[in-house]
């Protein structure tokens, strides 16, 4: 009961400082970050896919209004309660729900307006929920999304989803679409350094010779060293960690890499390195 007291009195004398503030002309004041439970910031990324369901007798997306034309998707209007899900399979576990609406906006292309919410509903992030405006051409690859905001843990989130079509049924209009959250401005941790060579003749392969140097925390100061060959249009490439310095003096292990991005035009990529190593 004590503490009941104490938070609903925490809680009228912020409100109270919020409704003095409206008074004249000073309508506006700076609080304590606190008061909105806001901390450190964190870096997070996760991956869910996205069912867009249409058919059958309870569909996730239904049409309010159908497209201007049977050429164009332009002024279509759709509404969305769209399991969110740890794998590709429609059954695989549930971790919450994409709500809102996506709209027909392009004439020329099949591009739409996108406006919804992830709702959470497992683990810590239950009840929590960010936001995602922006445009989405369906029939890119890889689709990036402004995420706008949140609630919950999301407070104040910012950042981006990349957004990759995995399966769609053309006659239903069914479709799984990976969704990845990227927080925006992500910490650096340190530099890769080194060489890429092209290496094969048949495939596009490289031999990566490169060393890992960090540059914070712990870790400031201390390298892995890489050297192995790098299939880049495979999913998953393995590679063997060779050697260290500093904290990770006498190092062995391997490095798991994944494509996350990548630039046709310019070429600039980015990849994800999962880092297993045994070290002194």
Same mark, same amino acid.
């Given at each position: 009961?004590?503490?009941?007291?104490? $938070?609903?009195?925490?809680? $009228?004398?912020?409100?109270?400082?919020?409704?003095?503030?409206?008074?004249?002309?000073?309508?506006?004041?700076?609080?304590?970050?606190?008061?909105?439970?806001? +901390?450190?910031?964190?870096?997070?990324? %996760?991956?869910?896919?996205?069912?867009?369901?249409?058919?059958?007798?309870?569909?996730?997306?239904?049409?309010?209004? /159908?497209?201007?034309?049977?050429?164009?998707?332009?002024?279509?209007?759709?509404?969305?309660?769209?399991?969110?899900?740890?794998?590709?399979?429609?059954?695989?576990?549930? @971790?919450?729900?994409?709500?809102?609406?996506?709209?027909?906006?392009?004439?020329?292309?099949?591009?739409?307006?996108?406006?919804?919410?992830?709702? %959470?509903?497992?683990?810590?992030?239950?009840?929590?929920?960010?936001?995602?405006?922006?445009?989405?051409?369906?029939?890119?690859?890889?689709?990036?999304? /402004?995420?706008?905001?949140?609630?919950?843990?999301? +407070?104040?989130?910012?950042?981006?989803?990349?957004?990759?079509?995995?399966?769609?049924?053309?006659?239903?209009?069914?479709?799984?679409?990976?969704?990845?959250?990227? /927080?925006?401005?992500?910490?650096?941790?340190?530099?890769?350094?080194?060489?890429?060579?092209?290496?094969?003749?048949?495939?596009?392969?490289?031999?990566?010779?490169?060393?890992?140097?960090?540059?914070? !925390?712990?870790?400031?100061?201390?390298? $892995?060293?890489?050297?192995?060959?790098?299939?880049?249009?495979?999913?998953?490439?393995?590679? /063997?960690?060779?050697?260290?310095? !500093?904290? %990770? +003096?006498?190092?062995?292990?391997?490095?798991?890499?994944?494509?996350?991005?990548?630039?046709?035009?310019?070429?600039?990529?980015? @990849?994800?390195?999962?880092?297993?190593?045994?070290?002194?």
């Amino acid at each position: 009961m004590a503490n009941l007291i104490l $938070i609903i009195t925490s809680h $009228i004398l912020l409100l109270a400082a919020i409704v003095s503030a409206g008074k004249g002309e000073n309508f506006a004041k700076n609080i304590n970050r606190k008061h909105f439970g806001l +901390r450190k910031e964190k870096l997070t990324f %996760f991956r869910v896919y996205w069912h867009d369901i249409q058919s059958g007798t309870d569909p996730s997306s239904v049409v309010l209004r /159908p497209p201007l034309s049977n050429s164009s998707f332009f002024g279509a209007v759709t509404m969305i309660d769209n399991r969110l899900t740890t794998g590709v399979s429609v059954n695989s576990t549930l @971790v919450g729900q994409a709500q809102g609406m996506y709209a027909g906006a392009g004439q020329h292309d099949a591009s739409a307006l996108m406006v919804m919410n992830f709702a %959470f509903k497992t683990g810590k992030y239950n009840g929590s929920t960010i936001s995602i405006l922006g445009r989405n051409a369906v029939m890119t690859k890889v689709r990036e999304m /402004p995420v706008i905001g949140g609630s919950g843990l999301f +407070r104040f989130a910012r950042g981006y989803v990349e957004a990759r079509t995995k399966w769609l049924n053309v006659k239903t209009g069914d479709a799984t679409v990976e969704y990845s959250y990227v /927080p925006r401005n992500s910490t650096v941790v340190g530099h890769a350094q080194g060489i890429y060579a092209g290496a094969s003749r048949g495939e596009i392969g490289y031999l990566m010779v490169l060393s890992f140097a960090f540059k914070t !925390g712990k870790y400031n100061g201390s390298t $892995i060293s890489v050297l192995g060959r790098n299939i880049v249009f495979s999913k998953v490439r393995e590679m /063997p960690v060779v050697g260290g310095s !500093g904290m %990770f +003096r006498f190092a062995s292990g391997y490095v798991e890499a994944r494509t996350k991005s990548f630039e046709y035009k310019t070429g600039e990529a980015t @990849v994800e390195y999962n880092c297993y190593v045994v070290h002194y």
